[in-house]
């Protein structure tokens, strides 16, 4: 190569830049990170894109990029209201570009278009692993298990002091309408860019040293621009929140989406003055638990009185009509022994009645038996009287007849009458024949005269009559 | 005996003897008869004696019953 | 008899006695009608004694009821 | 019995023994309208004492009730 | 019992015991109205005693209302 | 009572205790204007009792308001 | 909770525990009273605490800082 030859660099840019253009006419979609960002003062955005080692530490590619003004103010918008988030140093971008080579710049890419989706899947991507090594290493949901004390008055505070969610927390905090008394310790903290991971886990060590003054960790960030929330999503910070001792509280201030770091804080919410909110909140639910157990302990309490003074009123009650009933159940039982009394002793008069009564029908029986048995001895006596009187007449009568036969038997004029005579010798009459001799006189009477007889012959037995 | 109260128990007391000396025989023809006579009267007046008493005695018990 | 008070045991001794008499048959029939008759008073008395006696216990018992 | 407090029990005991002496017999008719009327003015004391304790129960309950 | 404090439940027991003893008849009718007399006069403090308690209890009564 | 604290429940429990004795019928009359008294006793005192606990109870709530 | 700092989760805890006595407690007047005494103590403590300053705390805070 001679020196004839030779261009000027413009020459030579222009030669460089003609042949890029024809070698690389067209529009790349290119994926990269952001390592720079600068705004000028007329609006053009220039950034620097990298792409690093899979070590995430050594730099493989480098680029220049600018989107200019016209364009930037419209990407800008667009990506920070799809992606929360705004074109900052560490996001990964999808960028629409042309190469463009400048004579006095040299190469750089020309941005026209950021495709948002990517970015959101970056991050999110990002977040996937944190919370999936959280998980995998079970400290995920620690913090959140830890039991939040019932006043969470001693509350150390991890935010920077010029932020203004600082002061904004301070202010709700302190000035809270309950007039409840918190006292708070700000650890002072660098929030964002990259000394976020280092200062929040210094803060966080400090108060670890200190953990018995403090009820509850507060996380805050200012509110404003709702920017960088990426930093955030890291997982030392994470580890750290969730290996932390107390509750912790974020409010990093951001709409949409949570960052790493608020998944597995205690509680996370929206903004520092939420936080404030939710800390009065706490105490004042405390409060309300107070009020509404001494409430039921007194309504309890009452119910309690009430129903014992019911029993007591029931006892009362009852006690009245129980003494009368045994009052009265007495009189009745005296009213029944009164006629009991009155009854048996009738009863026994009755009975003793009959033993008079009895000796009365057996004294009229016996003197009946008795004058009958006179009676009878006297009829008897009549009896004995008439049949011996009747004896004596008639045995005196018997011998009165037998007498009057023999009377008649002896009559000599019967004899007589009958055919026999009576022999008479000198008057008298002769019984035998020995006292009559021969010749002797004798006078036979008859019963109708006398013959006088001779006697021719005597003798014994001649005859037989 | 008509003014003398009549004795039955003597009158039977006579009867018997009469009867004995009857019985005996020692008697007289015309003393037998007188004595049977008198006998029998004796007999009769007794006789009546005894209805008479118990003529009084059935009175008596006519009353008593 | 009319002055002593009449006694019932006695008369009834007394018409034992009698009854006795005439159940020996030594008694005179002159005197049969005379015990009869008596024998008969006392049976009367007696018998008017139970009567009183009755009468005399019935008003007292009219009385009890 | 006047003086002497009259006693249900031991009229009721003689009266018993009156009427034991009747059973037997053993009795003179003469004193058994005595014996009679002595048992029953016994009964009619009897009487009397039961109604009037009847009367004085009756009268000490009409206090009561 | 003039001296000793009256107890309803011993009157009460003593009255059963008399109500018993003229059940049981072995009472003599001379003293059953003694008895009687006895058991009204018990059943008389009892009722008193009765009464006393229960003016005692209304006038505790009134002061609980 | 008046050394030892006084015990609603045991009172309460005593009363209870009365009032079945009363009902049970197992009292003595002769007893029973003394067990109303302690009844009824008993009874102020768990209401004077009941009152003090519930001021106390209203001067909580009164505070707490 | 250095010098023992008055805890308010305790006094809640023991402020349940209170009202979980109550309700178990059988209507327990005497046991109420002490309880209702305690809690009440209790709710006072926590009320106070909850708007009073403790400048122990305050000092403590502005060392560390």
């Not at chain 1, 899947?121 to 830890?146: H, P, T």
Request: charged share 25%; net charge negative; glycine share 4%.
């Amino acid at each position: 190569m001679n020196t004839s030859e030779k261009i000027t660099l413009t020459e030579l840019q222009f030669i460089i830049r003609d042949s890029l253009y024809i070698a690389l006419p067209e529009m790349y979609w290119v994926a990269a990170e952001i390592s720079e960002i600068r705004e000028n003062f007329s609006g053009h955005c220039y950034l620097e894109l990298i792409e690093k080692q899979h070590d995430e530490k050594n730099i493989k590619a480098r680029i220049k990029a600018i989107i200019w003004s016209s364009r930037y103010r419209f990407l800008k918008s667009y990506f920070e209201n799809i992606t929360g988030e705004t074109l900052k140093e560490g996001l990964k971008i999808l960028a629409k570009v042309k190469i463009e080579y400048h004579e006095l710049y040299g190469l750089s890419l020309i941005i026209s278009d950021i495709d948002p989706a990517f970015t959101i899947g970056e991050m999110a991507a990002k977040r996937q692993m944190i919370i999936a090594r959280l998980e995998q290493e079970g400290v995920f949901s620690m913090n959140k298990e830890l039991i939040l004390p019932a006043v969470p008055r001693r509350v150390a505070v991890v935010s920077s002091s010029n932020a203004a969610g600082y002061s904004d927390f301070m202010k709700q905090l302190h000035e809270n309408s309950y007039g409840y008394k918190y006292y708070t310790a700000l650890f002072e903290t660098v929030m964002q860019g990259t000394e976020t991971e280092e200062s929040v886990i210094n803060s966080l060590n400090r108060i670890a040293d200190n953990i018995e003054y403090f009820d509850v960790v507060v996380l805050i960030r200012g509110g404003g621009a709702q920017t960088d929330l990426s930093w955030f999503d890291n997982y030392r910070i994470a580890y750290h929140v969730t290996q932390f001792p107390i509750p912790l509280i974020t409010g990093i201030g951001h709409e949409r989406d949570m960052t790493v770091t608020d998944m597995v804080a205690f509680q996370s919410c929206k903004t520092p003055t939420a936080v404030a909110d939710f800390l009065i909140g706490c105490v004042a639910d405390t409060e309300t638990h107070l009020t509404e157990l001494s409430r039921n302990i007194t309504e309890l309490s009452r119910v309690i009185i009430e129903r014992n003074r019911n029993r007591l009123e029931l006892s009362r009650l009852r006690l009245i009509p129980v003494s009368r009933i045994m009052i009265s159940e007495a009189k009745e039982n005296l009213s029944g022994k009164i006629v009991e009394i009155i009854n048996t002793g009738k009863d026994f008069i009755i009975r003793a009645g009959f033993t008079p009564l009895n000796q009365k029908s057996r004294l009229t029986s016996l003197v009946r038996t008795y004058s009958l048995d006179k009676d009878t001895m006297l009829k008897r006596t009549i009896h004995d009287l008439k049949l011996f009187a009747g004896k004596a007449i008639e045995k005196n009568n018997n011998n009165l007849n037998r007498m009057e036969s023999s009377v008649i038997m002896l009559d000599p004029a019967n004899v007589l009458k009958r055919g026999y005579t009576v022999t008479m010798k000198n008057g008298k009459i002769l019984k035998s024949c020995e006292s009559i001799e021969t010749d002797d006189a004798i006078d036979t009477r008859f019963s109708d005269g006398h013959v006088i007889s001779r006697v021719e012959m005597t003798g014994k037995e001649t005859t037989k009559l | 005996m008509s003014k003398k109260e009549f004795s039955f128990n003597e009158a039977v007391a006579e009867i018997e003897e009469i009867l004995a000396n009857i019985e005996n025989g020692e008697l007289d023809i015309d003393k037998l008869s007188l004595e049977v006579k008198r006998a029998s009267e004796l007999i009769k007046q007794c006789q009546k004696k005894l209805r008479s008493t118990e003529d009084e005695i059935n009175s008596i018990f006519r009353e008593l019953i």
